[in-house]
């Protein structure tokens, strides 16, 4: 697909797949017959309908989805054009991502755009790890932070957008379920660049979990639980293991089964008085 540049603005421009996703050329008349169309209906949507349209028929247990693994890939055909234009503005997308961070506003989208071709021209799964840039090399992997609740999931970005004032990435139905904004629709986020064979702080966790006790009669471990139970939301566990022709019952979390990042659990133990010890499995 040729890129648009700054010769060919007269009656034709790009525009992304919000007006569809997948970048095309169209007529100005086409687009601003969408754009009116788009402004009609308006305030007709809603996050609450969009979250209404996610049916029963969703795959089991999203929120134990992986996250994406970076891995060296060609740039996709499509997508990578020298400039673009939506809406008057021009954006112009990196040749090269390496060290880039950004703050600002994640939004997510889902049901409108399920199945439908993204820039990359690849089918948009609503129920991957994925995500939309206005401006990064597609594709590439950024690992995105909720500020509000410090979680952190790992998406690879294979399509164009948000163009929304404000918004610097869309997410997924998963990657914005996992982290936490499905109801509220939006949230403040970090997002950086993660480069193939780096670990992510997310991928990091599955190999390790938190030590909280180790007692030498359950009753005690079931005591230390129960405290922590009422003091934290996050799950607190009692494993049992031997020590020798002992058995030990060690008092645990784990991570992996829920959405706070390793400093962010240490940091509501150490609140409460409680250090916790990071072992390895």
């Given at each position: 697909m040729r890129s648009s540049s700054s010769t060919s603005t007269g009656s034709k421009q790009f525009v992304a797949n919000r007006f569809p996703r997948s970048l095309k050329?169209?007529?100005?008349?086409s687009l601003l017959t969408i754009i009116m169309t788009m402004l009609l209906l308006g305030g007709c949507s809603s996050v609450s309908n969009m979250t209404s349209m996610v049916t029963s028929s969703k795959p089991a247990n999203l929120t134990s989805t992986p996250d994406a693994v970076p891995k060296h890939e060609p740039l996709c055909k499509y997508g990578n054009m020298d400039s673009y234009k939506v809406l008057g503005k021009t954006y112009r997308p990196m040749k090269s991502a390496a060290g880039f961070r950004e703050r600002g506003v994640a939004s997510w989208y889902g049901p409108n755009f399920d199945g439908k071709p993204t820039s990359c021209m690849e089918r948009y799964d609503m129920y991957k790890m994925s995500a939309a840039h206005?401006?990064?090399p597609l594709p590439s992997y950024v690992e995105v932070t909720n500020l509000d609740n410090n979680r952190k999931v790992v998406?690879?970005?294979?399509?164009?957008g948000p163009f929304h004032e404000g918004r610097i990435i869309d997410l997924s139905y998963t990657?914005?379920?996992?982290?936490?904004?499905?109801?509220?629709?939006?949230?403040p986020v970090s997002i950086r660049v993660v480069p193939p064979g780096e670990e992510s702080s997310t991928n990091t966790q599955d190999d390790i979990y938190l030590q909280l006790g180790l007692f030498s009669e359950r009753k005690n471990a079931s005591a230390l639980q129960q405290k922590l139970t009422e003091r934290i939301t996050t799950p607190v566990e009692?494993?049992?293991?031997?020590?020798?022709?002992?058995?030990?019952?060690?008092?645990?979390i784990e991570p992996r089964n829920n959405h706070f990042s390793i400093d962010t659990i240490r940091n509501q133990l150490r609140k409460i008085g409680i250090e916790a010890v990071v072992k390895k499995r």
């Open positions: 050329i169209i007529d100005t008349i206005k401006t990064l998406v690879r970005v294979n399509d164009r990657a914005a379920l996992k982290l936490g904004i499905i109801k509220r629709g939006t949230a009692i494993r049992s293991v031997a020590s020798g022709d002992k058995r030990l019952h060690q008092v645990v």
